[in-house]
């Protein structure tokens, strides 16, 4: 069977579009003290850097989550972590030209905090997207990732096998398509572990033409 035609591309934003850290590790200090200054002995200080390491990587609740925070340390860390904002442009990967390369609708989805998401987008400024949302930790109703694809495919009418979704998370945004029946690219960007969920593995943006493309894998 022919693969479907691939007329969608929802794409996820830290370290696919650009590095979580672009900007700086300072951006999320002032997370970071708010939580050390909770603990109180809760996470031993070597585990407690590395939660903060996998703050650049996942969102904070699975982090709190995995490392066993106190309700005080997470509490600590979202009221300082909803206040995070980029001010700066940032530039991405440098491959982000490819992006205007596809003839298809472009998405952005991303996890995190509303307003240091909102402002990355912005900081971002990709040309030609039809929509960019934000599954915000930090709403009352969070629709998760699953929720935005499904409401993204259903308002563009568009078919699942014909939504390719691309991330560099196997455990959130690759998941969220499989169970869609969308298909979907890791990118492996520095530092990023394969996982074994996906249709397609990439390293680069441009290789994302060939899949659009049909190109069997
Ligand atoms: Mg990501």
Redesign the pocket.
Known sequence: MAPSRITAVIL?????LAP?DEVGRELLEPMFAAIARANHGTVSSEELDAAFAECW?LPLDAVAQRYGFSPEMLAAGWMAGRLIAVTEPMRGYPDLGALSELSVLLFVV?TGFRRLQESKIEALRLPNLTGAFVDAIDDSQRMGKEGLFREIAERHRLEAESVLVV???PE??IAAGNRLGMPTAQILRPGIERGGNATYYIHHLYELRRIVAGVPR
């Open positions: 996820d934003l830290d370290n696919c979580a990587r991303t991330g560099d998370n959130s945004e």
